[in-house]
């Protein structure tokens, strides 16, 4: 009996408990909650849609950036790696290290000593020349250039001057320093010599240059020609500052790369 009155009771709790939520399924004010709350839920969903969609594009901006900047970063590297100075290495048939390319090893000339209208400038005329005409007015000329004295060398008097045309792979710029023998800090020798130039009293004009300190000679070329001429170039005090320079001394000279 006990137990019937419980199962009935129990029972009729049941149908209670049915029909109260029956009631609050049909009520009004429960669905608009339940919509509201959910409305709220799409409303944050779509926030978060939203701001991943701005943090996505944000990120392909950033990727995009970083790829044009890798991509500079890489052309900047080609162009140093594609870069270099150029010098021209007096006295010597090769260039004075590993890193430097040897662009051509050739014969030093220009115009002759005696002649007013010679060019001023030495030149390092290559060993494989290419000509088209065969013939040409005699007005501008080309000579080879030799040591005039012995001072570069014991044996250096009428030997003719070689050249090389060379080519740095670690630096952009490449300059001769009169006077120095050593480069000023941050700067890399090249090579050291004496400095170099026509005689004074000669009609022809000259530029300076870098004679190696180790000079070489071409083979066969002992005779004395003439022609472009190499001579030490000596300080002369007055104008020009002593000291720091001294008079009649021979001036060195340096190239040096940056």
């Not at 010679?118 to 501008?140: H, I, M, Q, R």
Request: proline residues 4%.
């Amino acid at each position: 009996m006990i137990l019937w009155l419980v199962y009935v009771l129990c029972f009729r709790v049941n149908i209670v408990q049915t029909e109260d939520k029956r009631l609050l399924l049909n009520d009004p004010d429960v669905l608009v909650n339940r919509l509201n709350r959910l409305e709220s839920v799409v409303a944050v969903l779509n926030n978060t849609v939203v701001q991943l969609k701005t943090e996505n594009q944000q990120q392909a901006s950033t990727i995009l950036q970083q790829e044009q900047t890798i991509q500079q970063l890489q052309s900047s590297l080609n162009s140093v790696q594609n870069s270099g100075a150029t010098y021209i290495i007096w006295g010597r048939k090769q260039c004075p290290h590993n890193s430097t390319e040897l662009v051509y090893s050739g014969y030093a000339g220009g115009g002759h000593y005696t002649e007013k209208g010679a060019a001023v400038e030495y030149v390092c005329l290559p060993p494989d020349p290419n000509y088209v005409k065969t013939s040409g007015a005699d007005n501008g000329r080309m000579y080879g250039a030799e040591f005039y004295t012995n001072f570069y060398a014991s044996d250096s008097a009428g030997e003719d001057v070689p050249c090389a045309l060379c080519r740095t792979n670690h630096a952009n710029t490449a300059i001769m320093i009169p006077g120095k023998n050593t480069c000023y800090s941050g700067w890399k020798v090249e090579y050291h010599g004496y400095l170099s130039s026509g005689y004074y009293g000669n009609d022809a004009a000259t530029s300076y240059v870098c004679v190696d300190i180790k000079p070489e000679y071409i083979i066969g070329g002992v005779n004395q020609n003439l022609g472009k001429l190499f001579f030490e170039v000596l300080t002369k005090c007055g104008s020009l500052k002593c000291p720091p320079y001294k008079n009649n001394y021979p001036l060195t000279c340096v190239v040096c790369s940056k």
